[in-house]
């Protein structure tokens, strides 16, 4: 009870027009458009195959 009291208090003392009423408007714009069947750039593949070489201060000794 006394949170209802409170939550009353409350809505009654808040300024006029506070309360959202449906004639508000967000000023936003929707468009429905549908995706692309197709990527609009091709895949990406590496140019070099494989692992890379280790640089020669990483291969260790020779022999």
Known sequence: M????????TIAQAAPGAIADSEMSTGTTTTVTT???TPPIPLAEPAIKGPAPLPLEEQGLPG
Do not use: E, F, K
Not at 2 to 9: C, F, M, N, P, Q
């Open 2 to 9: 006394v949170t209802l009291g409170i939550v009353g208090a």
């Open 35 to 37: 995706a692309p069947g």
